[in-house]
């Protein structure tokens, strides 16, 4: 800055007390020596006073300012902070603005550094998944073209591990879509009065033959005739499809999943329990992530695309809800999700 406030308050001073002096000389009356005391006296109290209005209020400021913008100018916003400035300086507003805008455009710049190391870990994590099922199949089949195929047993079973491969990749395909179009709002909800109890009964029925090969037993614990859901059939049956799956598949052989209710206040929660092993506290707050595995070579092993929480998760959202998880190690966990109250009228619309 080529003129500080030191240089100015001086300028000042020796203007007021040169105008000071002259006016005063214009009287007779007043002798030299009253002339020389007065320029002395107005010099320094105007220079005394110019400075201290001059470098607190707005030099200092104007030095904020100047380093706010140096900081914009160099990209150092995670570098600035908000300065207290005096509630009488005129230039307080134009520092706040400045420091606003740095913030704003701070935020900006985490939230788009968050969202590119999320997509570069999605996209690895998308290209692991995709890998395994694609070269188990491409395993498969270069081993028939080598000459497997002549022999039917072989071929048999190599295009049954082949096909199971590949119906692996159609399922984390049709659940990347799926996640991709509720996040992105295509696919909406479509809300109607359904009978979950009837949903899990169907859903029972089709985990049947897996539960009994574990020697699980499925428990339906409710005395109601019937309970009265509003929401969407398709994506609850989803859920409590994923949730159920993932029950069966962790609970320990011999062991119980439990789907049961409980109504308060115009919501009916559903509950499901499992007695697998539990999750340890700090795997609970990130099992809804995509991808994310407890036990990474076992869940694979289990088989699943690692996708089915983050489906859940998003369609709960979806239904202005959340999914809730309770869980004791050695003992087993419970989901669980509210859904509001549905009506008997079958003409009810949404």
């Known amino acids: 800055m080529v003129f500080s406030s030191r240089v100015i308050a001086v300028l000042l001073a ?14 007779k009356e007043v002798t030299q020596n009253a002339l020389v005391v007065t320029f002395l006296i107005s010099f320094s109290s105007s220079y ?25 100018r160099k990209k150092e916003l995670s570098s600035i902070e908000q300065n207290r400035s005096n509630v009488m300086n005129p230039l307080k507003k134009i520092n706040e603005e400045i420091f606003s805008y740095a913030a704003l455009k701070q935020k900006e710049i985490d939230e788009l550094k968050k969202l590119e190391a999320f997509r570069k870990e999605f996209i690895a994590d998308v290209s692991h998944e995709l890998k395994t099922p694609i ?22 079973r190599f295009l049954k591990k082949a096909a199971k491969s590949l119906d692996g990749l159609d399922m984390l395909v049709q659940d990347l879509l799926t996640l991709s179009q509720i996040e992105t ?93 539990g999750i340890p506290p700090e795997d609970v707050h990130r099992i809804f992530e995509r991808f994310y595995r407890v036990d990474k070579s076992r869940s694979r092993e289990k088989g699943g695309t690692g996708l089915g929480l983050a489906i859940v998760k998003h369609i709960m959202e979806g239904h202005r809800s959340k999914v809730e998880v309770k869980t ?23």
């Open 135 to 156: 070269f188990a199949a491409q395993g498969f089949v270069h081993t028939l073209l080598d000459g497997a195929v002549k022999d039917k047993n072989v071929r048999t």
């Open 14 to 27: 020796m203007c007021i007390a040169i105008v000071t002096t002259a006016f005063l000389s214009l009287f």
């Open 48 to 72: 005394l006073l110019g400075f201290i209005i001059l470098e607190f209020l707005i030099f200092r400021e104007i030095n904020k300012i100047y380093d706010l913008f140096d900081k914009l």
């Open 185 to 277: 709002g295509e696919i909406k909800m479509h809300y109607e009065t359904f009978d979950i109890k009837r949903l899990i009964e169907e859903i029972f029925d089709q985990f049947e033959n897996k539960a009994d090969k574990k020697n699980i037993e499925l428990i339906l614990d409710t005395t109601q005739h019937e309970v009265l859901v509003y929401a969407d059939w398709q994506r609850i049956n989803q859920v409590l499809t994923n949730l159920i799956s993932n029950a069966v598949k962790y609970s320990n052989d011999g062991g119980k999943v439990t789907v049961s209710f409980q109504t308060n206040k115009g919501t009916i929660t559903t509950y499901i329990k499992d007695t697998g092993e």
């Open 328 to 350: 004791t190690m050695g003992k087993g966990s419970v989901f669980s999700f509210k859904l509001p109250v549905g009506e008997a009228d079958p003409l009810l619309e949404d």
